[in-house]
Each structure stands twice: as structure tokens, then as C-alpha cells.
């Protein structure tokens, strides 16, 4: 079998016509095919990894996950730092509202950013260094 491990021999035998499942088990271990799909694999990475054009290829797909990562890890952490400026402004005894709204701009500014959007728009409609720790308050309590 040269497929990826999506093709097993329960997957064959369910297509109709195709030799039962015993069948392909018995056939499968008198002609070797798990060694063989092996083998294959290995030539076919072996041939691809020695082809420039297949370690371009592989180093611009390591390079796309590698930015993926990261993407989803400060996506992450923005979020973090919106939840929680969020909550310090509901609470404001833990953090000054000043800080709390940082924390928020900071998290929507990297979200901006990992989402590929323009961060100095946000920064342009509302500057929180500005404003007074009362006028925060009340944006907070709306």
C-alpha cells in the first residue's frame, strides 16, 4: 500500500468490488506491501529533500507553520491582555483604569497586528494617555 495512513486495508476492502478485508490481509503480508509503502516513503522523501526545489519548498512550508505559531501564541496573548485589562476596569481596585485601558489598547493593537489589519487606526481614535483616571472611570462604567 503507497498511500498516505488514511489508506488502510479496512479503507479498500469498503469500496465496492474490492477484495474482502481478509483477502487484502493475506495478500498484504505474502507480498511484503507495509514494507514496500515504507520504501516508498523513503525514496519519495529522499528524492524531495535532495531537489532544490523541494527544499525550497520545504523551508517555505516550515516558515509558514513556524509564522502560524507565532501568530496564534500573540494572538493569544492580546486576547490575555484584553480579558483582563476588561476585568480591571470592571474591578477597579486591583489596577488603575489607566493601566487597565493600556492593557486593552496593547491587546487590540497585537490582535490588529497578528490579524495583518493597520494598528495606528486605533491608536488615532482614542489616545487613554489623554485622559484622566476619572474620565477612564466613567468610560468604564459607561
Same mark, same amino acid.
Given at each position: ?50 531537489? %532544490?526545489? @523541494? *527544499?525550497? #519548498?520545504?523551508?517555505?512550508? =516550515?516558515? /509558514?507553520?513556524?509564522?502560524?505559531? $507565532? ?11 484584553? %480579558?483582563? @485589562? *476588561?476585568? #480591571?476596569?470592571?474591578?477597579? =481596585?486591583? /489596577?488603575?483604569?489607566?493601566?487597565? $485601558? ?13 490579524? @495583518? ?26
Amino acid at each position: 500500500m503507497i498511500g498516505d495512513d488514511s489508506t488502510t486495508l479496512q479503507f479498500i476492502s469498503d469500496i465496492p468490488g474490492a477484495p474482502s478485508l481478509p483477502t487484502l490481509k493475506k495478500r498484504s503480508n505474502n507480498e511484503s506491501w507495509p514494507e514496500q509503502r515504507k520504501q516508498y516513503r523513503y525514496q519519495r522523501d529522499t528524492k524531495v529533500y535532495q531537489d %532544490d526545489t @523541494g *527544499k525550497s #519548498a520545504i523551508a517555505k512550508i =516550515e516558515r /509558514i507553520i513556524d509564522t502560524a505559531e $507565532v501568530i496564534t501564541r500573540h494572538t493569544a496573548v492580546s486576547k490575555w491582555l484584553m %480579558d483582563q @485589562g *476588561k476585568k #480591571a476596569l470592571e474591578n477597579a =481596585e486591583t /489596577i488603575s483604569p489607566s493601566v487597565a $485601558v493600556q492593557m486593552i489598547k496593547l491587546g487590540l493593537e497585537g490582535e490588529r497586528i497578528c490579524m @495583518g489589519l493597520d494598528s495606528d487606526r486605533a491608536s488615532q481614535e482614542l489616545n487613554p494617555d489623554e485622559l484622566s483616571d476619572e474620565e477612564l472611570q466613567k468610560i468604564a462604567n459607561g
